[in-house]
C-alpha cells in the first residue's frame, strides 16, 4: 500500500505468490462491495480490473482508544451487509467524520 495525502494505493503483494493471488481477489472484492455504497466502506474511488490496483480516498487513522471503545462485532453485523473486516486498528479509520473499514477484502 501507498500513502499519499489524499489516497490510499492497494497493490497487492509481491512478496510471496499465495500472498499476491490473496491481495489480487481482496482487492477485486474491495471494488465490489463498494458499489454497494455501504457508510461503513471506505469507497473504492478507482480500481484496475482483475485486482492490480484499488484507490480509495485515505481515512483518517483511529487512536488506540477510538479503537478499543469500537464495538467491532456490531459494526460487522449490523444491518443489511455484514462488512468483512478484520478486528485490528489498521481496518479501520475516519472517513469523512465516521468510522468505516479501510481493509475489507478478506
Same mark, same amino acid.
Given at each position: 500500500?501507498?500513502? !499519499?495525502?489524499?489516497?490510499?494505493?492497494?497493490?497487492?503483494?509481491?512478496?510471496?505468490?499465495?500472498?499476491?493471488?490473496?491481495?489480487?481477489?481482496?482487492?477485486?472484492?474491495?471494488? !465490489? =462491495?463498494?458499489? !454497494? /455504497?455501504?457508510?461503513?466502506?471506505?469507497?473504492?474511488? =478507482?480500481?484496475?480490473?482483475?485486482?492490480?490496483?484499488?484507490?480509495?480516498? /485515505?481515512?483518517?487513522?483511529? *487512536?488506540?482508544?477510538? =479503537? #478499543?471503545?469500537?464495538?467491532?462485532?456490531?459494526?460487522?453485523?449490523?444491518?443489511?451487509?455484514?462488512?468483512?473486516?478484520?478486528?485490528?486498528?489498521? *481496518?479501520?479509520?475516519? #472517513?469523512?467524520? /465516521?468510522?468505516?473499514? !479501510?481493509? #475489507?477484502?478478506?
Amino acid at each position: 500500500m501507498l500513502l !499519499t495525502n489524499r489516497w490510499a494505493l492497494k497493490f497487492p503483494a509481491i512478496t510471496e505468490w499465495r500472498l499476491f493471488l490473496h491481495g489480487l481477489l481482496a482487492n477485486m472484492q474491495e471494488a !465490489t =462491495f463498494s458499489k !454497494t /455504497r455501504h457508510l461503513k466502506l471506505c469507497p473504492v474511488k =478507482f480500481s484496475v480490473p482483475g485486482g492490480f490496483l484499488v484507490v480509495m480516498p /485515505r481515512a483518517e487513522e483511529l *487512536s488506540r482508544d477510538e =479503537f #478499543y471503545s469500537l464495538d467491532v462485532g456490531s459494526f460487522v453485523h449490523s444491518g443489511d451487509l455484514a462488512v468483512p473486516v478484520e478486528n485490528k486498528l489498521s *481496518s479501520f479509520g475516519k #472517513y469523512r467524520g /465516521r468510522v468505516v473499514a !479501510t481493509d #475489507y477484502g478478506s
